[in-house]
């Protein structure tokens, strides 16, 4: 097992309130990925991180933000919470294989389903 | 941008039958093509992938085969068990992204 969890795995909330995902590795891997999951979408990137500090934003950061202050913890924040963010969302770590065997292969969390009233 | 585009599902077949999941591309450059497989309330998982033009994948009885002149990454199994039952997700590298498609709901049926 990769050894990636998230936290938590369940979450009802209001409009309006903020919420963070917590994604934790223990595999020291340097990319660590926010996607969401949505019928007829496929996953989106929300947002990753190369680094602690370093992140970048996906095709659907809008109303998301994250941080990466240790290697192995990568946050998703909802800073207000909206109907349209009802959803599951994915972490997930990129393995770092020799030549081609691990570039680009990317291990998933178990996931975290949120859903805003 | 990158895109992939998967057929939709969901797709029905009865056990022992031949499987296709149709996979097409749109990228700048030579990405690295994957296939991945979430099973109920779980997480993705690798299920396969080809680095180059030509290259086959191919993992659990599942083969797919990198073309580039069609710009396609057709998944294939010869004899599909009910515990296939799954979505299945083509994939490209983008840079230090994955791009995925929209995902193929396969039932098997018994």
């Known amino acids: 097992d990769a050894g990636i969890t998230q936290s938590p795995r369940h979450k009802v909330t209001e409009t309006g309130t903020p919420v963070t995902l917590r994604c934790h590795q223990t595999e020291n891997h340097r990319y660590m990925y926010w996607y969401r999951q949505d019928p007829g979408h496929g996953l989106r990137l929300i947002h990753y991180?190369?680094?602690?500090?370093?992140?970048d934003k996906g095709e659907v950061s809008d109303g998301y933000s994250v941080s990466r202050s240790k290697t192995e913890d990568f946050l998703l924040t909802l800073e207000s919470a909206t109907s349209s963010q009802t959803s599951v969302y994915f972490c997930?770590?990129?393995?770092?294989?020799?030549?081609?065997?691990?570039?680009?292969?990317?291990?998933f969390g178990a996931g975290s389903r949120l859903t805003v009233l | 941008g990158d895109s992939v585009t998967q057929m939709e599902g969901p797709v029905t077949l009865s056990e022992e039958a031949f499987l296709t999941i149709n996979c097409t591309y749109t990228a700048t450059g030579y990405p690295s093509l994957f296939w991945y497989v979430q099973y109920p309330g779980e997480g993705l998982q690798l299920l396969l992938k080809?680095?180059?033009?030509?290259d086959k994948g191919s993992n659990k009885g599942f083969e797919a085969t990198y073309r580039k002149e069609t710009t396609s990454f057709h998944l294939e199994k010869g004899s599909v068990q009910v515990s296939d039952s799954a979505v299945y997700f083509c994939?490209?590298?983008?840079?230090?992204?994955?791009?995925f498609g929209a995902g193929t709901i396969l039932r098997v049926k018994s």
């Open positions: 991180s190369y680094g602690v500090k370093d992140t």
């Open positions: 997930a770590i990129r393995s770092t294989g020799t030549g081609n065997a691990g570039a680009n292969v990317l291990t």
């Open positions: 080809a680095t180059k033009a030509d």
């Open positions: 994939a490209l590298s983008s840079g230090n992204k994955l791009v």
